[in-house]
């Protein structure tokens, strides 16, 4: 299993100076292969006979040419050319397979980063040793156990991270303690209701700072460009920007873990978010959940206790069915939030209601899986858990 723990740097300015260097170069090289890529595709056109472009071909051009055309890539680590190069050839491969857009030019200053191979740094206690530069500090240690696979040292408004990726048999977790199935419904006035009766009202990181947020626009907006006033302006910006997500994903990861921890199924709807995003009214609050992520940490937290992760079918209707005798209430708009059932006259809370739905699809779905006898308006998610960040370990409470 593949997991990434994202630690932050310290270094010094001199450090701060080789690390922007090096992203500099990984950024001059991708943007090179991909003009070459480009023209070598369009020689192929005309000519057949032309090998088409490749990524490991256009590594051997760069290392052919680079002592004599570009001397200044020879003062950073030799993996910040190649892996650069690297990554667009999969960006290519992602392209042709239709999972992504034709790659683009990476620009200066967003995203700034370079990547190592395992055989090009190492790690003792808290600090991390970069070829050509030496020892840099990092505020934490790294919190897994196993083969270090390769590091990714990004830049994110003018802090400097190490993302560390290593191959572990298991996280050293608990198993679920199974108090039963839960339904999670997601929403914007509470960011997730279960089906027991909690609920978690969710940070709403932008809408907290919001006013700080246009102020700093505001400020930024009046500076001169190129100006250091607008530098730093810029900075102060990028630095709430950063705060933001930082707030956002910390309470993600805090509910996240919580369900994961107590509930062995977890039932939860598969939302189309970018359809939901196309309401200019709700657009921002939608935005500022961040319900993706949720979910992307509910499918790996969930497989490393052993739990199971049932995703509704986009259509289920959890909020219209009465989740007492299964009548559905066709007229519920959405500013309702208690309705009355025609069917038993059962009062119900429109979220509470629905996560129970969601709660009796998850663990039907769990039962036609097993060879029982099931509605199927679920399936149980069992994908690979991807790269993530190490969690906080704070525990969620109850609204």
Same mark, same amino acid.
């Given at each position: 299993m593949l997991v990434a723990h994202r630690i932050r740097?310290?270094?010094?300015?001199?450090?701060?100076?080789?690390?922007?260097?090096?992203a500099g170069v990984a950024r001059f090289a991708y943007n090179w292969a991909l003009v070459e890529w480009k023209r070598q595709y369009e020689a192929g056109k005309l000519d057949q006979a032309l090998p088409k472009p490749s990524e490991a071909a256009l590594r051997r051009q760069l290392n052919a040419i680079k002592r004599e055309q570009f001397p200044w890539m020879l003062e950073v680590t030799k993996n910040a050319p190649q892996m650069?190069?690297?990554?667009?050839?999969e960006a290519f491969k992602n392209f042709f397979e239709r999972r992504a857009r034709y790659p683009a030019f990476r620009k200066k200053g967003r995203r700034d980063?370079? +990547?190592? /191979?395992? @055989?090009?740094?190492?790690?003792?206690?808290?600090?991390?040793?970069?070829?050509?530069?030496?020892?840099?500090?990092?505020?934490?240690?790294?919190?897994?156990a196993g083969r270090i696979v390769a590091a990714t040292i990004s830049r994110t408004a003018g802090h400097w991270y190490a +993302?560390? /990726?290593? @191959?572990?048999?298991?996280?050293?977790?608990?198993?679920?303690?199974?108090?039963?199935p839960v339904g999670v419904d997601l929403g914007i006035a509470a960011l997730a209701t279960l089906s027991t009766g909690e609920k978690w009202a969710g940070p709403k990181a932008l809408r907290f700072l919001l006013g700080r947020l246009r102020r700093l626009s505001r400020a930024l907006s009046r500076k001169v460009k190129g100006s250091r006033n607008r530098a730093r302006a810029r900075l102060k910006l990028a630095?709430?920007?950063?705060?933001?997500?930082?707030?956002?994903r910390d309470s993600l990861h805090q509910l996240s873990t919580s369900i994961a921890r107590r509930f062995h199924t977890i039932g939860i709807e598969d939302l189309n978010v970018k359809g939901m995003m196309a309401n200019s009214r709700l657009a921002r609050a939608i935005a500022d959940m961040g319900f993706r992520e949720l979910r992307r940490q509910l499918e790996y937290k969930s497989a490393w206790r052993g739990g199971h992760l049932v995703v509704a079918d986009r259509w289920f209707a959890s909020s219209r069915l009465c989740s007492c005798c299964g009548s559905k209430h066709e007229a519920l708009d959405l500013g309702t939030r208690q309705w009355t059932c025609p069917g038993c006259k059962t009062q119900h809370d429109r979220d509470i209601n629905a996560a129970i739905n969601l709660k009796n699809m998850a663990v039907s779905s769990t039962v036609a899986a097993c060879g029982g006898e099931g509605a199927g308006l679920g399936r149980e998610h069992k994908a690979?858990?991807?790269p993530v960040k190490q969690e906080s370990n704070g525990k969620a409470c109850s609204a």
């Open positions: 740097l310290a270094p010094n300015n001199v450090q701060a100076a080789y690390l922007a260097r090096a650069a190069i690297m990554q667009l050839g980063r370079f +990547s190592l /191979t395992n @055989d090009q740094f190492r790690l003792e206690g808290k600090k991390l040793r970069i070829p050509k530069l030496g020892w840099v500090r990092m505020r934490e240690a790294l919190r897994f +993302s560390i /990726t290593v @191959d572990t048999e298991h996280p050293s977790l608990s198993p679920a303690e199974n108090q039963g630095r709430l920007h950063e705060r933001i997500a930082n707030m956002r690979k858990p991807a």
